[in-house]
């Protein structure tokens, strides 16, 4: 069978959504599929981190990889974010309403002509749309539609209506993106989420998607890894990986906790290392400088694939925060608990189902996000007071897997081919 998929990121960019289209990719291509990735360069991607080349040696070598310039605006590109809260509300106000469906819209006709040139070389039988961002499933509709072929869209985060997206979008602009996208989705044959909120949310806003929803997790890749070259420390090293989003996720109630527990334990330094390992933002950093803590937290920065497994491998405990809203899990819980470390997970709101996961598989300790519980929680873990958790819970962790994960896309796959277009 043709695949093609049209995904932005991919190896060696190292973001989720690359680690997922690699993945998938490999492992429809050892099925015997002939697979076509239709993605962005380098330079044409807005949010930069650094480049994973372990992950571009894992892609299967059957996997064909076409890649696309994006527009004149791509030559002088910069993240859209700023980094100031002023300039976050001018953005909001002025510059995100204008850009749809999001910042990579000046990219469509490019991924639209490359898609085309390579439906009429190869013919393909399928289309899969990796997503944010969604300018990626309105050119795989378009492509869909021109040939007829069946096409997968697959959600890393909701597109219309998503209640953990810090950027506040104006009315007329919601009602656009709930229509645009209601009217694409009418002709998608299998639409795959990542959370079970994700799926009733979906239903809620499209009902007409009743029997085409899958709900397939990103899973983890069983991969036993020794600390290497990641640093060692004899005192509870807590450690955290990934980007932490201005707005998303807040970490200050867990720095004013670790202000709080430095007055029980003077020595903390002694006792406590925190490592961050990824991109904190300028806010965090601050928070970080005006507590002091320098010499409790580490900020680390952007690591590969490889060295970040090397960084949950050293640690004691790792730290996982929340979402708002309970409709998006952080594709680093599944890497987390493919590592059997134990997981604080500090709990944005009751509908949190990264919270859910971590006890019904009982992987860890969950805390509400507020400075009192976090200290407390801490301070019991200094002392070594916190019953460890035994990783056999209601739900065994082995269903959150790879393996099984992809099974079940094979699933999606035949469902797709037999649904009437």
């Known amino acids: 069978m043709n695949i093609i998929i049209v995904s932005a990121y991919f190896a060696p960019a190292f973001q989720p959504n690359a680690v997922r289209a690699v993945r998938l990719s490999s492992h429809l291509a050892k099925q015997g599929h002939d697979v076509t990735v239709v993605t962005l360069d380098e330079r044409s991607l807005l949010s930069r981190g650094a480049l994973d080349e372990d992950l571009a040696r894992s892609l299967h070598s059957g996997v064909r990889v076409v890649r696309v310039s994006g527009g004149p605006s791509r030559r002088h590109p910069r993240p859209l974010r700023s980094e100031t809260r002023f300039g976050l509300r001018l953005e909001e106000k002025l510059l995100v309403p204008l850009l749809f469906p999001d910042p990579y819209m000046d990219c469509l006709p490019g991924l639209l002509r490359t898609g085309r040139r390579l439906l009429k070389q190869h013919g393909p039988d399928l289309v899969i749309s990796i997503a944010y961002p969604w300018t990626c499933h309105i050119v795989a509709g378009l492509l869909a539609r021109s040939r007829n072929i069946r096409w997968i869209a697959e959600y890393g985060d909701p597109w219309a209506d998503n209640p953990a997206s810090d950027i506040k979008l104006p009315r007329w602009r919601k009602r656009t993106d709930k229509a645009i996208e209601g009217r694409l989705l009418r002709r998608v044959s299998r639409l795959v989420v990542t959370t079970e909120r994700t799926k009733r949310h979906y239903l809620s806003l499209f009902p007409f998607l009743e029997d085409r929803i899958d709900v397939i997790r990103p899973g983890f890749r069983e991969e036993p890894c020794q600390p290497g070259d990641a640093k060692r420390v004899s005192k509870l090293n807590i450690v955290y990986t990934g980007r932490i989003y201005p707005g998303a996720r807040s970490l200050v109630p867990f720095i004013e906790a670790l202000r709080h527990l430095r007055s029980n334990h003077p020595s903390l330094a002694d006792t406590l290392h925190v490592a961050l390992v990824g991109d904190v933002d300028l806010a965090n950093q601050r928070e970080i400088g005006r507590y002091a803590l320098a010499d409790v937290i580490s900020i680390i ?76 929680f801490l301070d019991g873990a200094i002392t070594g007071a916190m019953r460890p958790p035994s990783f056999r819970g209601s739900i065994p962790i082995e269903r959150f897997s790879e393996g099984a994960c992809l099974e079940s896309y094979s699933d999606t796959i035949r469902k797709a081919l037999g649904a009437s277009i």
Not at 330 to 340: A, C, N
Not at 341 to 349: N, Q
């Open 301 to 376: 920065g952007w690591q590969t694939q490889e060295q970040i497994s090397h960084w949950r491998a050293s640690a004691d405990i790792l730290l996982m925060l929340g979402n708002h809203g309970g409709i998006q899990v952080p594709s680093k819980l599944y890497e987390y608990l493919g590592s059997r470390k134990p997981i604080l997970m500090i709990k944005e709101d009751e509908s949190d189902e990264a919270a859910e996961i971590v006890e019904n598989t009982d992987s860890g300790w969950i805390v509400n996000n507020r400075t009192s519980d976090i200290a407390r």
